[in-house]
């Protein structure tokens, strides 16, 4: 029976293998897991599961945590180490071997390497065929001490079925006959992820597990192992699987799967966020609007108040990169500038960027930028002319706008013009401009055309006289001028 637990003393927690950095299933399972404990004012632990001595760690433990950080996901205790923890997992196995749900496995790794071989040839499953399990307790304790190696199995019930109520996916039902004896400890002493969750999930009083429904074929194991403790169960939450466009299991074929990676293709963490909430997840009826297509944006206090088990899909997510470049640019365009610009300060300082303007200055301009950005990356790329001196102009725009010589000419007298107006403001700065069109005989257009790309470097800008306003009269009379320069490079 699961517990009954007063929905303010639920404990969840996270608990990654640190053998690869934070990939997009484990930040949804993270995601999940915090938004529940903070749903129900409950605790989110951090535990880092890195029993794989070989395959973990610390530069992995280190990516996680920073994958965790960057997306706003915080926790109240941990993060706890299984490394640290081996003493647990011992005492848990001594536990099973005493009441007799557990025994020691002589069998070598070449003898079961041998037999699942010959089960394989044969068209059998290979299983543990259970040859140690008429060992005496007291023999195996006598092999032990004359120097033999044994690693310690559950004996599962040969027949019967283990069950458990998952929150997703409703009752489930394992026939123990196709379970084998799994190993608890290695003979090294080393304890199996069976072992070793189940003796921390009891041990940190979790009260909910929710993970990746890849976890779901590994549930009875852990059943098994709580109705031998005399333990009563956790409530399992299975969440399905992230697919790529193609329908298969996301992975690195589709492109980036660590989270990190999303963070250095200019992905705003709050966008990431919300994506990934709706990823195999729904608030459903509080999402209608009257007047249109349900809601996708959340705030993170939106999403925490609305978090529940029972909006979790049964069917497994499909992973939409459009979906997520469309929350980036509603998540940017948002943004009030000065929660921005820490954001773009870190693009610019990967990208070894250093801004000339000043901080008035650029906050003053991103609010121009917002609605046309498509991701941070734009602000250390086409955007740099609005921060600095230093920028590239677009080749195509220079071809499309800048080709007749003409038209440069008179750029660079317009600016001489533009060096004497008193008050630079929109109104006069486009009046000037097209008095000097028809003065010239020539069309305003062309005028406004190439003036933004000297200005900008960009063939699209947002309107070419509150460029000119913004990045102020000196440097427009300069890049004005400087337009033949500018071509010739
Ligand atoms: N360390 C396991 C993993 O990363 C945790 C599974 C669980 O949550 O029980 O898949």
Not at 76 to 84: H, I, K, L, R, V
Not at 147 to 155: K, N, Q, S
Not at 386 to 409: H, R, T
Not at 451 to 473: D, E, K, N, Y
Request: hydrophobic letters at 40%.
């Amino acid at each position: 029976m699961p517990m009954n637990t007063a929905l303010h003393d639920t404990r969840v927690r996270f608990a990654p293998s640190p053998t690869g950095y934070l990939h997009v299933g484990g930040a949804r399972t993270a995601l999940f897991s915090w938004l529940f404990a903070r749903h129900t004012g409950g605790t989110f632990v951090l535990r880092i599961e890195d029993t794989d001595f070989e395959r973990s760690s610390e530069e992995m433990v280190n990516g996680i945590l920073d994958g965790l950080r960057w997306l706003g996901i915080d926790w109240d205790e941990g993060p706890f180490y299984q490394s640290q923890r081996l003493p647990l997992y011992t005492a848990t196995v001594h536990k099973l071997l005493e009441s007799g749900h557990a025994y020691h496995c002589f069998c070598t790794r070449e003898e079961l390497e041998l037999r699942r071989a010959t089960a394989a040839e044969a068209g059998k499953t290979p299983r543990y065929d259970g040859r140690c399990r008429t060992i005496e307790a007291a023999e195996a304790t006598q092999r032990i001490s004359q120097g033999e190696t044994a690693a310690v199995r559950f004996m599962v019930p040969r027949d019967g079925v283990t069950a458990f109520d998952d929150a997703v996916f409703g009752r489930m039902e394992f026939a123990n006959a196709e379970l084998e004896d799994f190993v608890l400890l290695r003979s090294d002493g080393i304890p199996t992820y069976h072992l070793s969750v189940v003796a921390d999930d009891l041990d940190m009083r979790m009260t909910h597990i929710i993970r990746g429904a890849d976890h779901l074929s590994n549930t009875p194991k852990q059943v098994l192992q709580y109705q031998a403790l005399g333990a009563p169960l956790p409530i399992f939450a299975h969440v399905p699987l992230i697919l790529g466009p193609d329908k298969t299991r996301l992975s690195k074929r589709h492109g980036a799967t660590s989270v990190m990676s999303y963070k250095d293709m200019g992905i705003v963490p709050e966008a990431f966020r919300n994506f990934l909430a709706l990823l195999g997840w729904s608030p459903g009826e509080l999402a209608k609007q009257a007047d249109g297509p349900d809601r996708e944006l959340f705030s993170t206090d939106e999403l925490v108040r609305m978090f529940s088990l029972d909006g979790i899909a049964h069917s497994n997510a499909v992973f939409n990169n459009d979906k997520l470049a469309w929350y980036n640019t509603e998540y940017i365009r948002a943004y009030d500038p000065a929660r921005l610009l820490p954001l773009i300060e870190e693009e610019w300082r990967q990208a070894n960027y250093k801004p000339t303007r000043s901080r008035d200055e650029i906050l003053a301009t991103i609010p121009l930028l917002q609605q046309r950005a498509r991701s941070l990356k734009d602000f250390s790329s086409t955007f740099l002319a609005y921060f600095g001196d230093k920028f590239e102009v677009d080749p195509a725009a220079l071809q499309k706008f800048l080709s007749n010589p003409a038209v440069v000419d008179h750029l660079a007298e317009l600016g001489q013009r533009y060096a004497s107006l008193e008050v630079f403001d929109e109104p006069r700065t486009e009046q000037l401009l097209r008095d000097f069109a028809a003065e010239k005989g020539v069309k305003a257009g062309a005028l406004i055309n190439g003036a933004r790309v000297l200005l900008t470097g960009q063939s699209v800008a947002p309107s070419l006289f509150t460029v000119m306003v913004c990045l102020g009269q000196q440097r427009v009379v300069h890049r004005l001028q400087a337009g033949k320069q500018a071509i010739a490079l």
